[in-house]
Nanobody, 116 residues
Framework: QVQLVESGGGLVQPGGSLRLSCVRS????????MGWYRQAPEKQRELVAQ???????NYADSVKGRFTISRDNAKNTVYLHMNNLKPEDTAVYYC??????????WGQGTQVTVSS
């Protein structure tokens, strides 16, 4: 059974930093594209950052230059380093694994709240 477990969310002040982690169970983690998404109240879920098996990354314009996605294949883990956080970053952050032709899997989400 594939399972994705996120951690690292919490309450931070504007300008602060957090690091989210997502551990994916199952075999051959290294071949999957991994992504971070977020969903704020009354808004649609949106892609925040993505990293391919080859290490290529892309980011939403709203987080570019502030967030960094990385992966450690030996630990079956993908990270999201978030710097200079803003109130508009407040959302539930979800981890997703994807591979063409196979089922996408989602974690349960971790809450990030940015407030003074």
């Amino acid at each position: 059974q594939v399972q994705l477990v996120e951690s690292g969310g919490g309450l931070v002040q504007p300008g602060g930093s957090l690091r989210l982690s997502c551990v994916r169970s199952g075999s051959i983690f290294s071949i999957y594209t991994m992504g971070w998404y977020r969903q704020a109240p009354e808004k649609q879920r949106e892609l925040v950052a993505q990293i391919t098996s080859g290490g290529s990354t892309n980011y939403a314009d709203s987080v570019k230059g502030r967030f960094t996605i990385s992966r450690d294949n030996a630990k079956n883990t993908v990270y999201l380093h978030m710097n200079n956080l803003k109130p508009e970053d407040t959302a539930v952050y979800y981890c997703k694994s994807a591979l063409r032709g196979l089922t996408d899997y989602w974690g349960q989400g971790t809450q990030v709240t940015v407030s003074s």
